[in-house]
């Protein structure tokens, strides 16, 4: 129950084209879900981050669709760059002081983003 | 503003051997983290300081890994004896530590282990 479920692994992307990463969550408590983004040899970085009281947030390039009913979320990339290239992470947390939780996160497994020139 | 600093970034040792890696948060950051990344998997944590007291350790092997954090600065993450499966980035983290609600973690670049 304190998983994250995160699909694709990989994903290939055209210059100028979408990418869409999925999340999915089963603990309804999970009240945070960051998105962060890891170039290699460098550690994971906030891209952008959503609570449930909101369908969507965009910033930028990136938006966070989410869906508390299917208990699934998502990460949106329009016009994607091969900047863009890099592994991407969802993760989730509970509110802080919930059940004795430190609102740790809990992470995916990740999703390998290639932006073909 | 300087970022979170990690070292050593690489360490091969053999199984059965100790290592220590050493973290420098962010300056004034009160909430330090120390994640396990295997590759292809996301980070897993490991160990929470809030200032110099731990606050969530409940995922650290405690029969191999230890963690201090002195002053409430800097930590240093042990493994002693490492063991094949050990393998991984190692990731400091810190955060403001408000303490109230979630917030931006900045990580470090980490330290690649390779047990042999």
């Known amino acids: 129950q304190q998983q994250v479920k995160q699909s694709p692994q990989s994903l290939i992307v055209q210059k100028g084209g979408i990418s869409i990463i999925n999340c999915a969550y089963e603990n309804t408590a999970f009240d945070y879900f960051p998105w962060y983004q890891q170039f290699p040899g460098k550690g994971p970085a906030l891209l952008i981050a959503i609570r449930p009281d909101v369908s969507e947030k965009k910033e930028g390039r990136f938006t966070i669709s989410f869906n508390k009913s299917a208990k699934q979320f998502s990460l949106h990339i329009m016009d994607s760059q091969p900047g863009d290239s890099a592994t991407y992470f969802c993760a989730a947390s509970l509110q802080v002081n919930y059940g004795g939780s430190q609102g740790n996160l809990i992470f995916g497994k990740g999703t390998k983003l290639s932006v073909k020139p | 503003e300087a970022g979170v600093a990690q070292s050593p970034r690489y360490k091969i040792i053999e199984k059965r051997q100790s290592v220590a890696f050493w973290c420098n948060p962010i300056?004034?950051?009160?909430?330090l983290y120390w994640y396990q990344q295997i590759l292809g998997q996301g980070p897993k944590l490991l160990i929470q300081?809030?200032?110099?007291?731990?606050?969530?350790d409940s995922q650290l092997p405690k029969d191999r890994f230890s963690a201090e954090r002195l002053k409430g600065v800097d930590s240093t993450l042990k493994i002693q004896p490492a063991k094949l499966e050990d393998s991984a980035v190692y990731l400091c983290?810190?955060?403001?530590?408000?303490?109230?609600?979630?917030?931006?973690?900045?990580f470090g670049p980490g330290t690649r282990l390779l047990v042999l």
């Open positions: 300081f809030q200032n110099n007291g731990v606050v969530d």
């Open positions: 983290a810190s955060s403001l530590g408000a303490g109230t609600i979630q917030e931006t973690q900045y």
């Open positions: 300056s004034g950051h009160a909430t």
